[in-house]
């Protein structure tokens, strides 16, 4: 039996434990914005925060999250209000078709806790999610965007 | 959502629709209860159809559906600006939402469009839909100031419309949309034609929109075909031959049947060898209840699969074959003058090989399909750049009546030419027939890389000849590659060049002896389109040879291509993107892309700036590349400025992001991206090995700039790609030195 919080709920798994979080998330618990890419921590579409960390959730077996925290992309605003990355998203357009986007978006926002003022140098190292649509021109603007609406309040 | 913006009435609402360009009824709509980007959410079945149509709710708000696949190209927003525009609606107001496929049988007995064409290929969909869309905007219209009309007896002329208010001048009377809509659901539509605004009068179309369902996307409620779902579904996933053309020898499906949750197992034949594609390849479908059963179950199954009539065939192998194809005579598809002679008589000769690799389109959501067949109907979720391709192919392999199959288009996690071919869909189907259920069936990145539809590999050898005088008097193209026309009904290999070479591509036209030679390529690889099919490869040849050519005279690079090009004029193109193409446009955008860009100022060491320009289905684009190159050979793109000329521009936006989206998809393709080949197979099975781009190396600074003289609106999904891998290769010779002719580039720098 896996305990865990889900956005916030707590909720328990008594299934295949080796199974990955993103399927457990995605089929078990509805959340369908953690989206699969490739299945093998390459393209980060499946990120979510365990415990405030950006985790590639294809990788990792819903044993190893027993008793922690979890927040997908459904669970990342404050109700209505948008989280600053996904208004700083919406403000720079940077959606194409968007499937890696809630992924990018998962990622971002944990970058900002630890690194609140990003240099394009920082994004380069931290921010590993592809982007087949290749928005990462304005994705660049966006983070940089997210970073000042973050730091404005 | 919050309920209260759903259809409740059903009197509150017109629907129009634009069938071949005439206008439809004013009808209530059928139960339809969706918001944009929730449009297939979890129904049981695909939601009520409800055809082309704008609804103008209450609330002022009004939605709007497309017709084409929102794949990232931009439809969401590009096409339902030009209904808006012609309804003078508040396009702050518009919401927007995905048509499902709409079929009739036309008068001939032929299933034809219901309202408008649903395909989204070829960068066509707001050429297709230009007049059409329009049209059902200025209907609309007319029938709310009709009612309006009534309503004040006045008469129609005198009433004014703006961001959905409705104005009588000389009363000062106004209502709005959502007061009106229901009283002119009431009207007959009107009999004539309604104007359409002349150009000048355009105030939303050229002005720069946001894309519209980008709340849905930043907050994970997008619904793409992986995300549907029908009631009482269960999972699919499948084992298939990994080799070309391979079948099953035997298969022990005992530890599979044992894995919990694991329901059946289905088996799906191979096409007739070099009949057209249903399915790609052979292989067994595991069902099970859950996304995870199935993946296990799949991974149970012992199959032993005989190696297919390609086992030999490798990527070397392949290379090879094309360079001994070349060293002999091919098909001539073009033959203008005499090259032979002109090349024999010429001051100065030029000569250079190129090579392209296979590519894989690896949008970022692998495969996917829901299909429920029943006894008399079959509903389909699928994401598809091609639901009527769906229906026709679910309807030959099931043999039914295609208005049977309700195909419901989800957006699509990229589609870059994969998901014009509906492989998956039929697999899906055939599954679902077996156990007669609705079945939803999941690719993995595995399945998706390893039964792609490849962008066709080829080498190509290029030859000029100049006179004394420096006036280019012979030309020749010649390429041998696996063409993606093969494996289709009716279609002799004598014209299988016709998709790899479009013979009235420049320079045709401009020089006088031409010549372009084919030869058709043995591979058990499976071609399709990918995003600007021919064009990237024809690009990339076409533009590093006239930059060897400047080089070899000691010429400029954009001096050479604008005599090239000379004057504007109306040249005939007969393939896709004609019936013109005009030289003077081209010189257009590479004279601003260059003067953006600063092109010809010295650079420093170890730096370069390439220029490349290409038309590509009606629209031209020109690109200026800056490379820097480390002395490892360790190479950057820190800025691409583009000039682009597709016509009249309807989203400036739109056109910047494709723009945007052609350098990063040719800068990533160019970098790193080869399909291999080994044993008849494919070894690349993920992002580990096929590596695209990530942002690291993305340039920093891309700039658009868009020349728009009025001319007719080309689209833009495909245009912003081909220029970018010759401007790159341009910018590294000048770095460098060293010319790049063998794609991707790789570690060619480094060695
Ligand atoms: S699906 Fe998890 S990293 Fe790609
Ligand atoms: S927007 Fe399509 S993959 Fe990123």
Redesign the interface.
Known sequence: MVQLTVNGESREFSG?EE??LL?YL??DAG??????????A??G?CTVHIDGQAIRSCVTPVAAVDGASIT???G??DGET?HPV?QA??EE?V????????GQ?MAVAAMLEETPNPS?DD???N??????????????KAVHRAASLKRGG | MDGSHHFATRRDVLRYASAAGALIVAAPLSACSRRPGESVAIADGPPAAVGAFIVIRPDETVLIAFPNPEMGQGVDTSLPMLIAEELDADFDKVETTQMPLELKYGDDGEITWKYAIQGSGGSTSITEHWDGLRRAGATARQLLVGAAAADWTVDASEITVAKGVIRHETSGRTTTFGAIASAAAQLEPPTQEPALKPRDEFTLIGTSQKMKNARAIVTGKAVYGIDAEMAGMVHAVMARCPYFDGTARSVDERAARAIPGVREIVKIDRPPLDGPYSVQAEGYAVVADSVWAAMKGRDALVIDWDHGPYAAETSAGFKDHCRDLLSGEGQIVRDDGDFDAAFAAAATTHEAHYWEPYVSHAPLEPQNCIVHVRDGSVDVIAPTQSPSGANRNIARVLDRDRLSIKVQPTRLGGGFGRRLSTDYAVEAALISDAVRKPVKLLWTRDDDLRHDFYRPSGMHHLRAGFDADGKMIAWTHRLASASKYYRRPNMPETNYYRAELYTDDFPAQLVENLRVEYFSAKSGAPRGSWRAPAHTANAFVVQSFLDEIAAARDEDPLDLRLRLLGEPQELSYEQHGGPVFNPGRLAGVLRLAAEKAGYGAPMPAGRGRGIAAHFTFGGYVAQVVDVEVSAEGHLRVPRVVAAVDVGTVVNPNGIAAQLESGVNDGLSTALRLAINIEGGRVTDGNFDTYQLMRIADAPREIETHIIDNGDASAGMGEMGLPPLAPALANAIFQATGTRIRNLPIGDQLSA
Do not use: H
Not at chain 1, 31 to 40: A, E, N
Not at chain 1, 95 to 100: D, P, T
Not at chain 1, 134 to 140: A, E, V
């Open positions: 295949d199974m990955p399927w995605r089929e959340l369908k914005g953690v989206k699969f890419g490739c299945g093998i390459q393209c579409a997908t992309i459904e990342l605003s948008l996904q998203w919406i357009d959606a194409q078709c968007g499937y890696c986007q809630a978006i394009d994004i380069d190292r921010l590993t999610n592809i982007c087949r649509c290749g928005t990462y021109y304005r994705l660049r």
